[in-house]
């Protein structure tokens, strides 16, 4: 029998998460400060709770899709959270994208309460998300990872298990980095084929034939030949997943020299009112820095 599932934090990636989860027969019970999106969620089946504590109190497993550590923090430990209506035996899985630090904090005070966690931070955007192809990054005991496996198979198709509790969130970090950096590269590459009298979009599609090839010049390089940016992964959020990728990079010795360049211009363009847009709307800042306006 499928276990009833308390999904909390139901914006741009976990309101198809959520739907998805619905359509493969899971009993849903539902909480986010947005109405929206709960109120969508309940027309196509799912349950709300009127806090983190009664979705608890209402499920077996408990799954948090939030932005950022504080909110997660509240979430799960703060009043009228997780930790006070989840009963013994349940499992606690944050899917949201925070710091290592945090992430264990919160499995400590969990386990303390005989619920076991995993950190499974998610990589594929909204895309992802809504074609249930994202990849889960998954730290925390193997056995409990074992037992939950058929839940995220409903979300994501590249499903690892990274190790130890905070494991998966070392490994998104490290994946936010590869993702920043190509971003940057890509918009270089288009901005100087533009300036330079020359197509982007046929540059672009002669090197998708090539070594170049990435999903980042596929997805996000037709973005920036369409001038799209409405967002799929918030500026603001790569923002906030690169300063987590550098706190890390401090606490071990990491040198992280194109994270931080990455990390600044985010923040500028953070500055410039852009935190909204699409994280591929850093070629916004290279084209101004170039001229283009």
Avoid: W
Avoid at 53 to 73: F, G, K, W
């Amino acid at each position: 029998m499928k276990p009833t599932i308390g999904f909390i934090g139901t914006g741009i990636m976990g309101k198809p998460m959520a739907h998805n989860l619905l359509r493969a027969g899971y009993a849903l019970v539902v909480r986010d400060v947005v109405r929206a999106p709960v109120e969508e969620l309940v027309k196509a089946g799912a349950a709300e709770a009127s806090s983190a504590r009664e979705a608890a109190e209402r499920s077996e497993v408990v799954i948090t899709m939030l932005p950022d550590s504080p909110d997660v923090q509240a979430a799960a430990l703060g009043p009228d959270g997780v930790i006070e209506g989840v009963r013994p035996g349940s499992i606690y899985i944050d899917m949201s994208t925070i710091s290592p630090i945090t992430t264990r904090e919160v499995a400590a005070a969990m386990t303390a309460r005989g619920v076991p966690m995993l950190d499974a931070p998610v990589s594929g955007g909204q895309k992802g998300a809504e074609e249930a192809t994202l990849s889960i990054m998954v730290g925390g005991p193997k056995d409990v990872f074992d037992r939950v496996r058929p839940i995220f198979e409903v979300m994501g198709k590249n499903i690892v298990h990274m190790g130890e509790v905070g494991a998966g969130q070392v490994t998104k970090a490290c994946n936010q980095i590869i993702v920043g950096v190509t971003l940057l590269a890509v918009s270089e590459a288009l901005v100087l084929a533009r300036k330079s009298g020359v197509d982007p979009a046929r540059v672009r599609e002669a090197l998708m034939g090539g070594f170049a090839h990435s999903r980042i010049l596929e997805l996000h390089g037709q973005r920036m030949v369409e001038r799209n940016f409405a967002p799929g992964f918030r500026i603001r959020l790569h923002h906030k997943d690169l300063g987590i990728a550098l706190a890390a990079g401090k606490a071990t010795g990491t040198p992280l020299f194109a994270t931080a360049l990455v990390h600044e211009i985010l923040g500028a363009l953070r500055a410039m009112g852009d935190e909204d847009l699409d994280h591929s709307a850093i070629a916004r800042f290279v084209e101004r820095a170039g001229g283009l306006g």
